[in-house]
């Protein structure tokens, strides 16, 4: 069964940073898809960044990219998002989610199997 664990939340000021952790089995994080969603109050849950399988390329939302950054230790089966300059607007919980399948998008959450318990991000101004 995959599982997937979030760390790393918390409440920071706005200009602040923080950086998420997500834990996976190793068979999982060497074969899958690994990607970070978010969900505000209210809002529908949104694509922030994934890997794609093996870690060959990255991927964000459009209006993240800059100030997100996915990475990765392949050592420790772990996927981070490094936050800098967050934003009140930034506030949600953040998910981490895994897909095993090929398909020609990837911020589809619909794509995403398996999901972490998430873990809140709150951004005071």
């Known amino acids: 069964q995959v599982q997937l664990v979030e760390s790393g939340g918390g409440l920071v000021q706005d200009g602040g940073s923080l950086r998420l952790s997500c834990a996976a089995s190793?068979?999982?994080?060497?074969?899958?898809?690994m990607g970070w969603f978010r969900q505000a109050p209210g809002k529908e849950r949104e694509f922030v960044a994934a890997?794609?399988?093996?870690?060959?390329?990255?991927y964000y939302a459009d209006s993240l990219e800059g100030r997100f950054t996915i990475s990765r230790d392949d050592t420790e089966n772990t996927v981070y998002l490094q936050m800098n300059n967050l934003k009140p607007e930034d506030t949600a919980v953040y998910y981490c989610?895994?897909?095993?399948?090929?398909?020609?998008?990837?911020?589809?959450?619909?794509?995403?199997?398996?999901w972490g318990p998430g873990t809140q991000v709150t951004v005071s101004s």
């Open positions: 890997f794609g399988r093996n870690g060959d390329r990255a």
């Open positions: 190793k068979r999982t994080f060497s074969t899958n898809w």
């Open positions: 989610a895994t897909r095993a399948h090929y398909y020609s998008t990837y911020d589809r959450k619909a794509d995403y199997n398996t």
